[in-house]
């Protein structure tokens, strides 16, 4: 399972790191993925990050502000969210196809 | 790659036959998945590669289509099945889903 931490209140132009930490499989041999909702809306997909991290995508609404990374000696996914704009308010999930975490809520307001 | 999904709601009866359908914007071959979601829960993935059933998942839950069409069939609704249903690519890296169908 995935369990994600570090949402909460941003203001915006601000900054915020969300962490994901997976537990019960060999989480180094998975490409993982950033996932997040807004509310009322459906999943958008926010970026990639393959297993050894050699290979990483982004969204173009994140692109350029958003950083993905990974540390497989602690099982761990993050996300560095930086200049977030009220758009961004939304549950954050980190995810496979099969398995999502239970998400974090990250609200962008003054 | 868009997903276009169909109806964006329904109404329905506990033991009705529910179709819904969803249409990429390219063609995926089987590279579509379907997900539930209830409220102020993470989606939770019911068919994967159009038309296999992930493990736990009743069978009254079934998936088929490929290419550019694709279909969620529940062929007898039960009070847990009223939630928000998804469809999704993983044909790209980057995901996309439709727009959801919020079954009530």
């Known amino acids: 399972k995935f369990v994600e931490s570090g949402g909460g209140l941003v203001q915006p132009g601000g900054s915020q790191r969300l962490s994901c930490e997976g537990s019960g499989f060999e989480f180094s041999n998975y490409n993982i993925n950033w996932v997040r909702q807004a509310p009322g809306k459906g999943p958008e997909w926010v970026a990639y990050?393959?297993?050894?991290?050699?290979?990483?995508y982004y969204a173009d609404s994140v692109k350029g502000r958003f950083i993905i990374s990974r540390d497989n000696s602690k099982n761990s996914l993050y996300l560095q969210m930086n200049n977030v704009r009220s758009e961004d308010t939304a549950v954050y999930y980190c995810?496979?196809?099969?398995?999502w975490g239970q998400g974090t809520m990250v609200t962008v307001s003054s | 790659i868009q997903m276009t999904q169909s109806p964006s709601s329904l109404s329905a009866s506990v033991g009705d036959r529910l179709t819904i359908t969803c249409r990429a914007s390219?063609?995926?071959?089987?590279?579509v998945n379907w997900y539930q979601q209830k409220p102020g829960k993470a989606p939770k993935l019911l068919i994967y590669a159009a038309s296999n059933l992930q493990t736990g998942v009743p069978s009254r839950f079934s998936g088929s289509g490929s290419g550019t069409d694709f279909t969620l069939t529940i062929s007898s609704l039960q009070p847990e099945d009223f939630a928000t249903y998804y469809c999704h690519q993983s044909f790209s890296i980057s995901w996309t889903f439709g727009q959801g169908t919020k079954v009530e």
């Open positions: 390219q063609s995926i071959d089987t590279s």
């Open positions: 995810a496979t196809l099969g398995v």
């Open positions: 990050i393959s297993s050894r991290t050699n290979s990483i």
